[in-house]
């Protein structure tokens, strides 16, 4: 096998090593969503939980995104949060648009569910790694 070959298979190993890291970061934020969310609402308004959780969750896969998941060591700054905030905002916008399309073409809650959370999770991800964290780049 070529050097060539063996770096490539490499470089795909890796590549796939991200994808598994960034869907169990997910997961992760998704259960810290969840448990804040039901905790705060039991005292304080629902969408004032829900922003809360959601917050929480962001702020805690932004951290474990950025340095476990694309092994980014530069340092935070302004450019990157910005870029992190607005990767968020076209995640959630394409979540509610795919879900709101799905739904009316099967009138599955779950279905839409599913589909916009996947197509969501690929744009995300590719926002992530290469908007936000450059693929990894370590400085």
Do not use: H, P, R
Not at 8 to 25: D, P, R
Not at 119 to 130: C, D, F, P, S, T
């Amino acid at each position: 096998m070529s050097l060539k070959k063996k770096m490539q298979q490499m470089i795909e190993k890796a590549q796939k090593m991200g994808i598994i890291k960034f869907l169990f970061i997910g997961g992760i934020s998704t259960i810290i969503d969840y448990i804040i969310y039901m905790l705060l609402s039991i005292k304080i308004n629902l969408i004032i939980a829900k922003s809360c959780s959601m917050l929480c969750a962001c702020i805690f896969s932004f951290f474990a995104n950025k340095n476990w998941t694309f092994n980014n060591e530069e340092k935070i700054n302004y450019k990157m949060i910005i870029a992190y905030v607005i990767t968020q905002i076209i995640n959630i916008s394409v979540n509610t648009s795919v879900n709101y399309l799905m739904y009316n073409l099967t009138t599955s809650k779950t279905i839409a569910f599913v589909i916009a959370t996947f197509i969501a999770m690929i744009v995300n991800y590719l926002l992530q790694n290469y908007v936000v964290f450059k693929g990894g780049k370590k400085l």
